[in-house]
């Protein structure tokens, strides 16, 4: 497809399509307008040379197609961080090897029209095919606002349409514009360029799309009503801690069928792999491939559950309460509101909780963010905490609907996060102190989502967890498996097979290196099993599991009562009290994740802090390990 500017030269893009860059701020509903249009198709690249992603997809629309590119959330193209200057950047062309885009659609939200008005007005004087999508037209209505759209359209100059991207509504509008970015007109005269004379420019738009001066909304009494609760200094607190216990209670509560039911499968597929191909390919496939690959894939409920449950809070608009709430915390530790909702997302994986911090103009904030988010428990560590807290914490009730397991899974969680800050602190206090700046944060209005929206992005940490099991996790496991069987030795007759197999495993290639790291782990009751599965998570957290799984394969019991069976010479448990809190301890704190390190490499431009983030978290992990296991051995 090929469109034409009014002078006559054509719009072609991205392989001959013509490419339309989608811009709004945060909060106003740009991303999901872009799901909504884009669905699954859309794939994230980097823009050469720099560490900021964008996102961009195909979009079937009248008579043919287009390339849409979702750019970050943007308050101004005066940029004050990262993410701001590659928009600004981006849309004047000045990103080496890419082109500027062909046209601009920029999102805005209906209900804070005025605000964001001062972009729109900054997007106009680029002088390019220019359309604006108001989302949140139901939130409008249902507050009494007045808009027509084709008045502001007239007083715009350009193409208005209004949608409510969730549900789908005026999405075919939206679609019709993007046919079509020839036939946009574009205002008769420019928007004025100073501060004073852009105000009354917004004023005088306003006034003539809602026959007043101002866009006069009742006010939203229920969010009033639920923030005089929520953004309370004690109250909202309680609330959040509440809220977070139910989270990780119902990681085991809601999961438990689901996994037992994969449990059961990798079991029973591991068992016919055997009887099918009883030589070593099916020892491979059996011990090594399902074992592991399984082994790990076993989680996918829990890990389904907390994505959706963050997912859910985030859209309906808690999560920024909680950024809100948590802002004076976090300015103790060097850090701010933004750096909580970076953080946080980090409790699904480090490497976009380190990206978000982008969204901080402060170079020191920024910097003691991405070091402090490994430390948030991502979902790589919750197959290994689900693993030890299932098999070896009784599940008593505690107070209510609250049980052991999910308040000890709570405490892992509040001990990275706390640990975290604490981190961030002490780097931020230690690193040269530059200029602050101000920190805006944005309360959306309660919505509840639709349940595609939250599909969309589970979806998303999902897919990148099964990925990683299919290569990463995969890789490593095959590899540990051949080292754990070569070189082959001959067990004494009168072992049976589950201890001659553990003989050899134990005098293999692993197996000796992971002897001579016992005088290291020792004290802390780690055997040659544990400290092979921490050599094999160094890659990935998720091995951990895998390599315990391979170390201990031979029967159809699951791998925590495999686990809680072990024994070693002497018949005293392999994996005790003190033990297994010195694990779970050492997960806190160990950066065990080579694409994070890559990615801190990225966005700090050196291997100094990377380096710096493996050294100090693994110190920190060994000597957290020594005090837990010493701690619970005493307490037992």
């Given at each position: 497809?090929?469109?034409?500017?009014?002078?006559?030269?054509?719009?072609?893009?991205?392989?001959?399509?013509?490419?339309?860059?989608?811009i709004?701020?945060?909060?106003a509903?740009?991303?999901?307008?872009f799901?909504?249009?884009?669905?699954?198709?859309?794939?994230?690249?980097?823009?050469?040379?720099?560490?900021?992603t964008?996102?961009?997809?195909?979009?079937?629309?009248?008579?043919?197609l287009?390339?849409?590119?979702?750019l970050p959330?943007?308050?101004?193209?005066?940029?004050?961080?990262?993410d701001?200057?590659?928009?600004?950047?981006?849309?004047?062309?000045?990103?080496?090897?890419?082109?500027?885009?062909?046209?601009?659609v920029?999102?805005?939200?209906a209900?804070?029209?005025?605000r964001?008005?001062?972009?729109v007005?900054?997007v106009?004087?680029?002088?390019?095919?220019?359309?604006?999508?108001?989302?949140?037209?139901?939130?409008?209505?249902?507050?009494?606002g007045?808009?027509?759209?084709d008045?502001?359209?007239?007083a715009?100059?350009?193409?208005?349409?209004?949608?409510?991207g969730?549900?789908?509504?005026?999405?075919?509008?939206?679609?019709?514009?993007?046919?079509?970015?020839?036939r946009?007109?574009?205002p008769?005269?420019?928007p004025?360029?100073?501060?004073?004379?852009?105000?009354g420019?917004?004023?005088s738009?306003?006034?003539?799309?809602?026959?007043d001066?101002?866009?006069h909304?009742?006010?939203?009494?229920?969010?009033?009503?639920?923030?005089?609760?929520?953004?309370?200094?004690?109250?909202g607190?309680?609330?959040?801690?509440?809220?977070?216990?139910?989270l990780?209670?119902?990681i085991?509560?809601?999961?438990?069928?689901?996994?037992d039911?994969?449990?059961?499968?990798?079991a029973?597929?591991?068992?016919?792999?055997?009887?099918?191909?009883?030589?070593?390919?099916?020892?491979?496939?059996?011990?090594?491939?399902?074992?592991?690959?399984?082994?790990?894939l076993?989680?996918?409920?829990?890990i389904?559950?907390?994505?959706g449950?963050?997912?859910v809070?985030?859209?309906?608009?808690y999560?920024?309460?909680?950024?809100?709430?948590?802002?004076?915390?976090?300015?103790?530790?060097?850090?701010?509101?933004?750096?909580?909702?970076?953080?946080?997302?980090?409790?699904?994986?480090?490497?976009?909780?380190?990206?978000?911090?982008?969204t901080?103009?402060?170079?020191r904030?920024?910097?003691?963010?991405?070091?402090?988010?490994?430390?948030?428990?991502?979902t790589?560590r919750l197959?290994?905490y689900?693993?030890l807290?299932?098999?070896?914490?009784?599940?008593?009730?505690v107070?209510?609907?609250?049980?052991?397991?999910?308040l000890?899974m709570?405490?892992l969680?509040?001990?990275?996060?706390?640990?975290?800050?604490?981190?961030?602190?002490?780097?931020?206090?230690?690193t040269?102190?530059?200029?602050?700046?101000?920190?805006l944060?944005?309360?959306?209005p309660?919505?509840?989502?639709?349940?595609?929206?939250?599909?969309?992005?589970?979806?998303?940490?999902?897919?990148s967890f099964?990925?990683?099991?299919?290569?990463?996790?995969?890789l490593t496991?095959?590899?540990?498996?051949?080292l754990?069987r070569f070189p082959?030795?001959?067990?004494?007759?009168?072992?049976?097979?589950?201890?001659?197999?553990?003989?050899?495993?134990?005098?293999?290639?692993?197996?000796?290196?992971?002897r001579?790291?016992?005088?290291?782990?020792a004290?802390?009751?780690f055997?040659w099993?544990?400290?092979?599965?921490?050599i094999?998570?160094?890659?990935?957290?998720?091995?951990f599991?895998s390599?315990l799984?391979?170390?201990?394969?031979g029967?159809?019991a699951t791998?925590g009562?495999?686990?809680?069976?072990?024994?070693?010479d002497d018949g005293?448990p392999?994996?005790?009290?003190?033990?297994?809190?010195?694990?779970?301890?050492?997960f806190?704190?160990?950066?065990?994740?080579?694409?994070?390190?890559?990615?801190?490499?990225?966005?700090t431009?050196?291997?100094?802090?990377?380096?710096i983030?493996?050294g100090?978290?693994?110190?920190?992990?060994?000597?957290?390990?020594?005090?837990?296991?010493?701690?619970?051995?005493?307490?037992?």
């Open positions: 497809m090929t469109a034409c500017h009014d002078d006559g030269s054509t719009l072609v893009g991205h392989r001959g399509l013509a490419q339309i860059a989608l709004g701020s945060p909060n509903g740009k991303t999901t307008l799901n909504a249009l884009t669905g699954l198709r859309s794939k994230t690249a980097n823009y050469p040379g720099i560490t900021v964008r996102r961009e997809a195909t979009v079937e629309v009248d008579g043919g287009v390339r849409l590119v979702d959330g943007t308050y101004s193209l005066d940029p004050i961080s990262p701001e200057a590659v928009v600004a950047d981006a849309l004047h062309g000045r990103i080496e090897g890419i082109d500027p885009p062909d046209a601009i920029m999102v805005a939200d209900t804070t029209l005025e964001s008005l001062f972009l007005a900054e106009l004087r680029l002088d390019r095919p220019t359309c604006v999508v108001l989302t949140m037209i139901d939130e409008l209505a249902a507050r009494g007045g808009l027509d759209l008045l502001l359209s007239l715009l100059g350009i193409p208005v349409v209004g949608v409510v969730h549900r789908g509504v005026g999405l075919d509008a939206v679609r019709h514009l993007l046919a079509g970015p020839d946009w007109t574009r008769l005269m420019a004025p360029e100073g501060t004073l004379e852009r105000s420019w917004i004023e738009v306003l006034a003539r799309a809602t026959g001066e101002h866009l909304l009742r006010a939203d009494t229920r969010t009033r009503r639920i923030d005089a609760v929520l953004l309370h200094p004690v109250a607190s309680l609330v959040f801690v509440g809220v977070m216990l139910a990780f209670q119902s085991f509560t809601l999961a438990t069928p689901a996994v039911w994969i449990d059961g499968r990798v029973d597929l591991g068992g016919r792999v055997s009887t099918w191909l009883p030589n070593t390919v099916g020892e491979l496939l059996a011990d090594g491939v399902v074992a592991g690959v399984g082994g790990v076993v989680f996918l409920p829990q389904v559950i907390l994505l449950l963050l997912a809070l985030e859209k309906v608009g999560l920024a309460r909680a950024a809100f709430l948590a802002d004076r915390v976090m300015g103790r530790f060097g850090l701010e509101g933004r750096s909580f909702v970076a953080l946080l997302s980090s409790f699904a994986c480090a490497i976009p909780g380190i990206m978000a911090a982008r901080i103009p402060n170079d904030r920024r910097l003691a963010t991405m070091m402090a988010a490994p430390l948030m428990t991502c790589a197959p290994v689900t693993l807290v299932s098999a070896f914490v009784a599940d008593r009730g107070l209510g609907p609250i049980r052991s397991q999910g000890v709570f405490g969680y509040l001990l990275g996060a706390v640990s975290g800050l604490l981190y961030a602190g002490v780097l931020s206090w230690s040269r102190s530059d200029a602050s700046s101000p920190v944060l944005e309360m959306p309660y919505r509840w989502p639709t349940s595609r929206s939250i599909a969309l992005q589970v979806w998303d940490g999902v897919w099964v990925r990683k099991a299919g290569t990463v996790i995969l496991t095959i590899v540990l498996w051949g754990l082959s030795t001959d067990a004494p007759p009168s072992y049976d097979e589950a201890r001659a197999a553990s003989h050899q495993m134990e005098h293999s290639i692993a197996g000796r290196i992971g001579g790291m016992e005088p290291m782990f004290p802390m009751g055997d099993r544990a400290n092979v599965a921490i094999g998570s160094l890659a990935a957290r998720e091995v599991v390599t799984a391979i170390t201990t394969a029967d159809e791998l009562d495999r686990l809680r069976d072990l024994r070693d005293d392999v994996f005790d009290g003190p033990t297994v809190a010195a694990l779970l301890v050492f806190v704190y160990a950066l065990q994740c080579t694409s994070t390190v890559a990615v801190l490499r990225r966005e431009n050196s291997w100094r802090w990377p380096a983030a493996v100090s978290m693994l110190a920190l992990a060994y000597v957290a390990a020594l005090i837990a296991h010493a701690l619970v051995a005493v307490l037992a």
